[in-house]
């Protein structure tokens, strides 16, 4: 069955990096769409970041353009998240989403497979 695992997370000053990774098994993961949202307390899930298969595609919202980057290495199957300049208001639990479509969405609902979510605190 497909798997995706995250890792990477923990607690950092507001300022700090923080490098999140996903780790895909059970799915071709070189025609994945990969995505990375979030949800923080009380707040509804949202969309941070995605890639499209190739990587030659991505989107970010508007509120981490500029600070967080995502990659993927298909030879691996891994999906990265670097994210810089933190603020508090980053503080969420971080799931990593594959859609086995060619297109970005940022509709979580677009996306079929989930991981189980890694913890990122950001203090101030």
């Known amino acids: 069955q497909v798997q995706l695992v995250e890792s990477g997370g923990g607690l950092v000053q507001a300022g700090g990096s923080l490098r999140l990774s996903c780790r895909a098994s059970?799915?071709?993961?070189?025609?994945?769409?990969m995505g990375w949202f979030r949800q923080g307390p009380g707040k509804e899930r949202d969309s941070v970041a995605a890639?499209?298969?190739?990587?030659?595609?991505?989107y970010y919202a508007d509120s981490v353009k500029g600070r967080f980057t995502i990659s993927r290495d298909n030879a691996k199957n891994m999906v990265y998240l670097q994210m810089n300049s933190l603020k508090p208001d980053d503080t969420a639990v971080y799931y990593c989403a594959a859609r086995t479509a060619r297109d970005i969405r940022v509709e979580g609902n677009e996306y079929a497979y989930w991981g189980q979510g890694t913890q990122v605190t950001v203090s101030s």
């Open positions: 890639i499209s298969w190739s990587g030659a595609n991505r």
């Open positions: 059970g799915l071709t993961f070189s025609s994945a769409v």
